[in-house]
């Protein structure tokens, strides 16, 4: 049992290039959140999904896109890289609205030059 | 809407001293409430959750936090810091279908 699983763990991007980063959980959860995470800040949420063909936006939607075509897939793609877009992102799940625990990915830091 | 408000970014102690990390709550109907512990260059982890059935709560690493409605308050406290304890932590209220998060609070532990 892998839990959140993220890939890549690093990468760096020039302006204007796109990217997936890649989540997969193997807990059967329901429910997937993509976060940001800048320096010193707290944590604003992207994108979240409670089943496989349902997203909606969070805080911070603009310029990601999501998908969900899978239970265990939540990948988020940048269309065209941004150096505001440089952060931490980080992949969470959880398997329902209730009292569950929220399992979160180890991270995949992103700079954009 | 609810929120989560962590009191001061930032908690210094002395190796063996109390920790007291604040954290309030606003929500019209009974919270769920979390604790996660985020170590350097990690993921966030659970050290604690409130469900209701009682309101002092025991988590990992020696970690407790006690519910109190009447202050809407679910602060996190630790008898005696130790230094593996320096991380940031995060108080977090369960909203309609994700997590609502406070902004983090980034305790130091000074031998």
């Known amino acids: 049992n892998a839990g959140v699983t993220q890939t890549p763990k690093f990468r760096i991007l020039k302006i204007g290039q796109s990217m997936t980063l890649q989540c997969t959980q193997d807990m059967n959860h329901n429910y997937m959140y993509w976060y940001r995470q800048d320096p010193g800040m707290g944590l604003k949420l992207i994108y979240y999904?409670?089943?496989?063909?349902?997203?909606d936006k969070g805080e911070v939607p603009n310029g990601y896109n999501v998908s969900r075509s899978t239970t265990e897939d939540f990948p988020l793609r940048l269309e065209l890289a941004a150096p505001s877009q440089t952060s931490v992102y980080f992949c969470?799940?959880?398997?329902?609205?209730?009292?569950?625990?929220?399992?979160f990915g180890p991270g995949t830091r992103l700079t954009v030059l | 809407a609810q929120s989560v408000t962590q009191l001061g970014s930032h908690v210094s102690v002395s190796e063996g001293a109390l920790v007291l990390l604040r954290c309030n709550y606003s929500?019209?109907?009974?919270?769920?409430l979390f604790w996660y512990v985020q170590y350097p260059n990690q993921g966030l982890q659970l050290l604690l959750k409130y469900t209701s059935a009682a309101t002092l709560v025991k988590g990992i690493n020696g970690f407790e936090a006690e519910f109190k409605k009447s202050e809407t308050s679910f602060h996190l406290t630790k008898p005696s810091a130790h230094m593996s304890d320096a991380a940031e932590y995060f108080c977090?209220?369960?909203?309609?279908?994700?997590?609502?998060f406070g902004t983090g609070t980034r305790l130091q532990v000074f031998p």
């Open positions: 999904s409670v089943g496989a063909g349902i997203t």
């Open positions: 969470a799940s959880l398997r329902g609205p209730s009292t569950d625990t929220q399992y």
């Open positions: 977090a209220a369960r909203g309609t279908d994700k997590l609502i």
């Open positions: 929500s019209s109907v009974p919270p769920y």
